[in-house]
């Protein structure tokens, strides 16, 4: 089992990406030593002041000395490592081979979970010895920003030690959500999915542009989200308007198993968003620069906001 508190716990980051920084900054803010594992020379030296920028604003950027980047696994001290987090390509062989050095290396203790957001810890881990402790844990970009961590369970996962990593993971200032089943999509992105199943449909039968899409999720329902989830929702609202709306709404929501003709349209142009300058929107650099400000501005919003209801992190040590 994971100690109950992160405070000086080994953690390994495998994977320096965007990714990977922001995880080794989750796991900074809990009072883990951290050790990021990546080739990239640029992505190991400029590590360090990454996770001080982001630690700063949480009065913690002392804690950015605790993180350390190496090459390769060779060089980690494995003897005292409690936890590995896999952040690498979403590429299922390489991680396939990662885990099964990760076995080689470390100690039959050691906690070895996976960022994938699209393979399940079962395929991942496939044949390997000691697979109960093996497990999920999927985080949402930017992961220092975006309070969720998703601990996914496989079929052959010790559930006792998803919930030591669910508290683990709440000493980080994370809040963690159980996911007892790895289907595709595990619990955030299966719900995701759905919604933009019906946005992109709606699009594509042209009920509304992809600008009133965006509006009607964040001014509308999606605005109320920050306060409480579909569920809790309802019994605001009252079950009895959900189940009538429901029965008149379902027959017509999209039930395509195929993605949407205009999201296929973008990608076949080679529009994919952000990284290509242009998506459903145009992404100039500096509109590229500008909008990532904004978007990151108004999640630390968010969190002053839900501070009350956050999991607290311990400051005095």
């Given at each position: ?31 883990c ?21 982001g ?34 390509p ?16 470390a ?33 949402f ?59 992109f ?50 027959p ?44 990151d ?21």
């Amino acid at each position: 089992m994971l100690p109950s508190h992160p405070k000086n716990v080994h953690a390994v980051v495998v994977g320096g990406g965007t990714m990977g920084a922001d995880v080794a900054i989750v796991l900074a803010r809990g009072g883990c030593r951290v050790t990021v594992v990546d080739p990239g020379e640029a992505r190991r030296a400029a590590l360090q002041a990454h996770v001080r920028q982001g630690l700063t604003p949480l009065g913690l950027e002392r804690r950015a000395d605790q993180v350390t980047a190496v090459a390769e696994l060779s060089s980690v001290a494995w003897d005292d490592v409690a936890l590995v987090v896999e952040c690498i390509p979403e590429n299922l062989p390489m991680k396939q081979q990662l885990f099964a050095e990760l076995v080689k290396h470390a100690r039959a203790s050691a906690v070895l979970a996976s960022n994938s957001s699209s393979f399940p810890i079962s395929a991942i881990v496939q044949g390997l010895d000691s697979r109960q402790r093996m497990l999920g844990l999927h985080f949402f970009m930017p992961a220092h920003l975006v309070p969720l961590v998703e601990v996914v369970c496989g079929p052959d996962s010790n559930l006792a030690l998803a919930d030591s990593l669910s508290a683990f993971m709440r000493g980080c200032g994370s809040v963690p959500v159980l996911v007892r089943k790895d289907k595709p999509g595990f619990l955030a992105n299966r719900l995701q999915h759905a919604l933009a199943r019906e946005a992109f449909a709606m699009i594509d039968e042209g009920i509304a542009t992809p600008e009133d899409v965006d509006a009607a999720v964040r001014f509308g329902f999606g605005f109320r989200y920050l306060a409480a989830g579909p569920v809790l929702q309802r019994d605001h609202a009252g079950l009895d308007v959900h189940r009538a709306a429901a029965a008149s709404m379902y027959p017509s929501l999209s039930s395509t198993t195929v993605p949407a003709k205009v999201l296929q349209t973008h990608v076949d142009a080679g529009r994919l968003g952000m990284k290509t300058g242009a998506g459903f929107y145009e992404w100039p650099e500096t509109r590229r620069r500008t909008e990532r400000a904004r978007y990151d501005r108004l999640l630390r919003q968010g969190l002053d906001l839900l501070a009350d209801e956050l999991p607290p992190l311990d400051k005095t040590f």
